[in-house]
């Protein structure tokens, strides 16, 4: 019997593991082509700003642990509060990054615009996330965001050893 696979747009075959994995290359390149020197900022927990683009709120990125070969990091815009409050972070998107593999995963991610299917666990869960890194970077990049190196990034960064 003929096996017939739904494609996405950007031809990842749809509701598998291999389209996933694809995916996750994808975000991988998309990463690198917004933060080049991802691999040299430090795991201090201090964020690093994209210079602003007209018209789009500041991308910041935070780099919470890095070990030998992975890296997880913050991606998120933040919005003021219409009352005066603290800042909202959304998307607020958790990732970890493989660089020996070079693919980048959604740990997790808030986004008050997504629609809400109710699939929470599994591969439909994790398709749903990374399609939505997918066409978010592919925004930043589309907006002209890129971090540039800073004092701060000169600094070797502090590898964690792998447990």
């Known amino acids: 019997m003929e096996q ?12 598998t593991f291999a389209g996933l994995m694809a995916l ?3 975000n991988y390149a998309r990463l690198l082509a917004l933060v080049p020197h991802l691999h040299i900022i ?9 210079p602003q683009v007209d018209g ?13 070969y992975t ?16 800042p909202v972070a959304d ?10 593999a070079r693919l980048v995963e959604v740990l997790s991610c808030r986004d008050g615009r997504a629609p809400r299917s109710g699939a929470r666990s599994g591969l439909m869960h994790r398709w749903q996330a990374n399609l939505f890194l997918e066409k978010w970077l592919n925004y930043c990049l589309c907006q002209g965001h890129r971090f ?3 004092v701060h990034t000169a600094a070797p960064a502090r590898i964690l050893s792998d447990a």
């Open 24 to 26: 996750y290359e994808t």
């Open 148 to 150: 540039r190196p800073s």
């Open 4 to 15: 017939h696979w739904q494609y996405l747009a950007g031809g990842y075959p749809r509701r």
């Open 71 to 86: 890296t997880i990091l913050l991606l998120t815009y933040y919005f003021r509060h219409r009352n005066g409050g603290d």
């Open 42 to 50: 430090p795991a201090s927990g201090a964020p690093q700003v994209a």
């Open 56 to 68: 789009s709120p500041d991308l910041h990125l935070t780099v919470l642990e890095r070990t030998r």
């Open 91 to 100: 998307p607020d998107a958790r990732l970890r990054v493989y660089h020996d």
